[in-house]
């Protein structure tokens, strides 16, 4: 009778999914809304931010595609592919600090407008700031690939359960001698 073995998919698949699929959604940051605020004198006007997490969500996206990409591609070597991770920590850290703004902000009570890298707290009177709503999405998308990311890196340099395991398996097999 020998012990009943689980199958189970390697950690590398599992992170390399994770970080491929934060990457993929983090390309619909273009289409995602923006913040904006209504000045309400005689005439009322509508200004928009600037839409900066917006532009840096899709571009930290098409980064992070193309790096993982190539790491994937490259997967037998350990040099290559972890270089090439570091281009996409990079986008999803770069994106998670910019997102992240906004949100702080709005855990503080407050509106982050990127335009006039300013609080909405600071617009006059007569205006009212409505915040975006997009931000929370892609601030967690780019915080879930950049940790997938830093894990598949983890896992390609120092090895995952497969190696441990593999490792447990050889001294369990030494002490049955």
């Not at 999914?17 to 273009?30: D, K, Q």
């Not at 609080?119 to 931000?135: D, H, L, M, Q, T």
């Not at 995952?160 to 001698?177: I, N, T």
Request: glycine fraction near 10%.
């Amino acid at each position: 009778m020998g012990i009943k073995r689980e199958k189970h998919v390697p950690d590398g698949l599992i992170l390399g999914r994770i970080a491929l699929w934060s990457g993929f959604l983090m390309l619909f940051g273009v289409v995602s809304d923006r913040s904006s605020w209504v000045t309400y004198t005689k005439t009322t006007s509508s200004v928009t931010d600037a839409g900066i997490y917006n532009v840096i969500a899709s571009a930290s996206g098409v980064v992070a595609l193309i790096a993982l990409a190539i790491a994937l591609n490259t997967r037998p070597r350990v040099v290559i592919p972890v270089l090439s991770l570091l281009p996409a920590i990079a986008a999803f850290g770069l994106s998670t600090y910019v997102s992240g703004l906004s949100v702080w902000a709005r855990l503080q009570g407050e509106i982050w407008f990127y335009g006039t890298w300013s609080f909405a707290g600071e617009v006059g009177k007569n205006e009212i700031a409505y915040p975006s709503r997009g931000v929370f999405i892609f601030a967690l998308l780019a915080l879930l690939g950049a940790l997938a990311t830093l894990g598949l890196a983890w896992t390609w340099l120092f090895g995952g359960r497969e190696q441990l395991r593999a490792g447990f398996d050889d001294v369990h097999a030494r002490c049955a001698l």
